[in-house]
């Protein structure tokens, strides 16, 4: 059974860092085709879609924030790290991690999220 | 980045009902769109892979059909647990982007 699970800050301050760690069990991020996914939900809006780590070290970053976002990965630890620099209001949301899969067709999606957390910059 | 176009914001509709959610691509991404679920406070639930292939443990009164820009999410009799909003993805190219989410009513 696949779970992750988002940690981090619940505030932070304008131009502050903010670093968030999915945990995950059930699958290892060694495995060809696996991904960890990060998208965040702005309070009553969309989706966004953040960044994207690979079993191989592979990064895919959102090109409107790609200079202020770093995934990393510790497959020891079963966890991915997001970072985001400069913090504004507008990046409130709830931040979420997912399991990518990915099937023989080639074709993927998110097909397990953790519940998601709480982060709003405020000063 | 691929604009992705959920043209409803939100519908209202009775059980019982079937129920089409369309969502449009700005430009071809073959078939490569999903589809997700969302009930407040939980995190999106995947429906749909492949446009038309459905998730394991989904329930077979949802569908999706389409290819290339246009796509549909079709709920053949909805029910009363069918309630939230469902968002297409397009996972053709990076970034995965979102449509804006269509909240259905019931």
């Known amino acids: 059974q696949i779970t992750l699970k988002e940690s981090g800050p619940t505030l932070v301050k304008p131009t502050q860092t903010l670093t968030l760690t999915c945990t995950f069990s059930?699958?290892?991020?060694?495995?060809?085709?696996?991904?960890v996914g990060w998208i965040r939900q702005p309070p009553g809006k969309a989706l966004e879609w953040l960044a994207l780590?690979?079993?191989?070290?592979?990064?895919r970053y959102s090109p409107s924030l790609r200079n202020r976002i770093t995934i990393t990965k510790d497959t020891s630890k079963n966890q991915v790290v997001l970072t985001m620099t400069n913090m504004d209001p507008v990046d409130t949301a709830t931040y979420f991690c997912?399991?990518?899969?990915?099937?023989?067709?080639?074709?993927?999606?998110?097909?397990?999220w953790g519940q998601g957390t709480t982060v709003t910059v405020s000063s | 980045d691929i604009q992705m176009t959920q043209s409803l914001s939100s519908l209202s509709a009775s059980v019982g009902d079937r129920v089409t959610l369309t969502c449009r691509a700005s430009?071809?991404?073959?078939?490569?769109l999903n589809w997700y679920q969302q009930k407040p406070g939980n995190a999106p639930k995947l429906l749909i892979y492949?446009?038309?292939t459905l998730q394991s443990g989904v329930p077979s009164r949802f569908s999706g059909s389409g290819s290339g820009t246009d796509f549909t999410l079709t709920i053949s009799s909805l029910q009363p647990e069918d309630f939230g909003t469902y968002y297409c993805?397009?996972?053709?190219?990076?970034?995965?982007?979102f449509g804006q989410g269509t909240r259905v009513d019931i």
């Open positions: 997912a399991h990518r899969q990915q099937w023989r067709t080639n074709h993927h999606a998110m097909d397990v």
């Open positions: 059930g699958f290892s991020l060694t495995t060809t085709g696996v991904g």
């Open positions: 780590i690979f079993w191989d070290d592979d990064t």
């Open positions: 430009q071809n991404i073959r078939n490569f």
């Open positions: 492949a446009a038309s």
């Open positions: 993805q397009q996972c053709y190219d990076s970034p995965g982007t």
